[in-house]
Nanobody
Framework: QVQLVESGGGLVQPGGSLRLSCAAS????????MAWHRQAPGKQRELVAT???????NYEESVEGRFTISRDNGKNTVYLQMNSLKPEDTAVYYC?????????WGQGTQVTVSS
């Protein structure tokens, strides 16, 4: 059974930092790409960052240079380091993977950027 469990969300002031974690189980982690998406209130879910099995990364334009996605294959975990956070980064952040032609999502973790 594939499970993705996020953690690390919370309330942070503008300009602050947070690190999200996503622990995966039920998959051969080192062979799969992973991604972070987010969904703000009243908006569609959007792709934030991706990391391939080989470690190549891509970012949505608005987070480029502020967010960093990384992975630890020994811990079956993908991270999203978020720096210089802005109020518009407020959203529920979801971990995602496609494994054996099926989509899997975590339960989401709330990130709120506010003074």
């Amino acid at each position: 059974q594939v499970q993705l469990v996020e953690s690390g969300g919370g309330l942070v002031q503008p300009g602050g930092s947070l690190r999200l974690s996503c622990a995966a189980s039920g998959i051969i982690f080192r062979f799969v790409g992973m991604a972070w998406h987010r969904q703000a209130p009243g908006k569609q879910r959007e792709l934030v960052a991706t990391i391939s099995s080989g470690g190549s990364t891509n970012y949505e334009e608005s987070v480029e240079g502020r967010f960093t996605i990384s992975r630890d294959n020994g811990k079956n975990t993908v991270y999203l380091q978020m720096n210089s956070l802005k109020p518009e980064d407020t959203a529920v952040y979801y971990c995602y993977t496609n494994y054996r032609w099926r989509d899997y999502w975590g339960q989401g973790t709330q990130v709120t950027v506010s003074s």
